[in-house]
Nanobody, 124 residues
C-alpha cells in the first residue's frame, strides 16, 4: 500500500526558508516520479517540482526555478523540497504525490497517490 506523509511546513517571514519532507512507502520500482504540488486558498492545485524516485532527473515549475530544490534520499525513502527566498505568494498547502506511471507529468491527473499535505504560510 502506497503511503505518502508530508512534514516540515510552518510559518516563515518573506525571504526565509523551509524544507519539506515526504516520507514514502509501499513500492520499490525506482522509475516512478515523486512530485510536489501546492494549493492556495481559492486556487487550483499547481505543480511545483518533480523528481524520479531514483533521483536521476528533476523538473521545476517556472515559479520554483532558482529558489526551490527537490531531492530524494532512497535510504530514508524520503523526498525533500528545499524552499529558499520564500514569498507571500508561496503560501499554500503543499502535497506530495507519486506518478501513475514512469512518465513525468505536471498535471494532477498524472499522479495516483497523494499525501495529506502540509501548510506553508509566508508573511510579508
Amino acid at each position: 500500500q502506497v503511503q505518502l506523509v508530508e512534514s516540515g511546513g510552518g510559518f516563515v517571514q518573506a525571504g526565509g526558508s523551509l524544507r519539506l519532507s515526504c516520507a514514502a512507502s509501499g513500492w520499490t520500482f525506482s522509475s516512478y516520479y515523486l512530485a510536489w504540488f501546492r494549493q492556495a486558498p481559492g486556487k487550483e492545485r499547481e505543480f511545483v517540482a518533480a523528481i524520479r524516485w531514483s533521483g536521476a532527473d528533476s523538473y521545476y515549475a517556472d515559479s520554483a526555478k532558482g529558489r526551490f530544490t527537490i531531492s530524494s534520499d532512497n535510504a530514508k525513502n524520503t523526498v525533500y523540497l528545499q524552499m529558499n527566498r520564500l514569498k507571500p505568494e508561496d503560501t499554500a498547502v503543499y502535497h506530495c504525490a507519486r506518478s501513475r506511471s514512469v512518465s513525468l507529468y505536471t498535471s494532477e491527473s498524472g499522479y495516483s497517490h497523494w499525501g495529506q499535505g502540509t501548510q506553508v504560510t509566508v508573511a510579508s
